[in-house]
């Protein structure tokens, strides 16, 4: 009702041209259907994560990041790493932390049907893999993450570093936490101050200008069937 009453307006609530913001699954499909009425940024999905993991990357660490993504319930959390030992210690400890957790037994659901444990053969095709992801959040906790950094296009927002967990970028870090998600980052960016500004195109031609490109207009328009468009271009010649 909140979506609609922003959309159409309601006594007291004059309507808007843009929703923002995530929620739901039911603010979700409230979006959608009020999408081509206004704007919206996104249709948000789950909340996940991916991590690329190296040796030097503590399995705890790793394990209470993929669990903040599922505690949400559903949301994903996927770890890729060319470090074969990794992949146990990190089982171990995903075991350990959620019989800890209130929401232990959502997060724990969460995982078993959308997490992974993935080996890749290197630190380029972990890379890849994460790219044809394109998840919400990306986790590099390696030695060097500007190095690996240089091989990802896509993600919505970057953790850098065994100590820069995803829950600084909900609550303190600064950039915008309304983020893509379900592959989107693909095409698509977190909202930003540039989603609420629009552009238009200003065109001004003189006579010159429509002489010299006349021909062409009056061609193409010809092409289309549009001889009213041409005729327009004709009559100020």
């Not at 590099?140 to 100590?163: C, D, R």
């Not at 490109?213 to 100020?236: F, K, M, N, P, Y």
Request: net charge negative; hydrophobic share 45%.
């Amino acid at each position: 009702q909140g979506v609609a009453a922003l959309a159409y307006g309601v006594e007291g609530i004059t309507r808007v041209d843009k929703i923002v913001g995530p929620g739901n699954l039911f603010v979700a499909l409230a979006k959608k259907s009020v999408y081509g009425e206004v704007d919206i940024d996104s249709i948000a999905g789950p909340s996940e994560v991916v991590v690329l993991a190296d040796e030097t990357a503590r399995a705890d660490f790793v394990a209470s990041d993929l669990i903040s993504q599922a505690e949400h319930s559903p949301g994903s959390g996927v770890l890729i790493t060319w470090h074969e030992p990794l992949i146990g210690a990190v089982k171990a400890a995903l075991e350990s932390q959620l019989a800890q957790l209130e929401r232990g037994d959502l997060a724990r659901t969460s995982l078993e049907e959308l997490g992974a444990l993935i080996l890749a053969r290197s630190a380029e095709e972990a890379a890849a893999l994460s790219d044809q992801l394109a998840p919400e959040h990306l986790h590099i906790s390696t030695a060097n993450p500007k190095e690996l950094l240089a091989m990802v296009q896509n993600a919505g927002s970057i953790f850098m570093g065994h100590y820069t967990p995803v829950a600084v970028g909900d609550y303190v870090a600064g950039p915008s936490h309304v983020l893509p998600t379900g592959g989107t980052a693909r095409f698509a960016n977190g909202l930003c101050a540039n989603d609420f500004l629009k552009r238009s195109s200003i065109i001004n031609y003189d006579q010159g200008a429509l002489q010299a490109h006349a021909g062409d207009i009056c061609r193409l328009a010809g092409i289309e069937g549009l001889t009213a468009h041409a005729a327009s271009v004709q009559v100020r010649l």
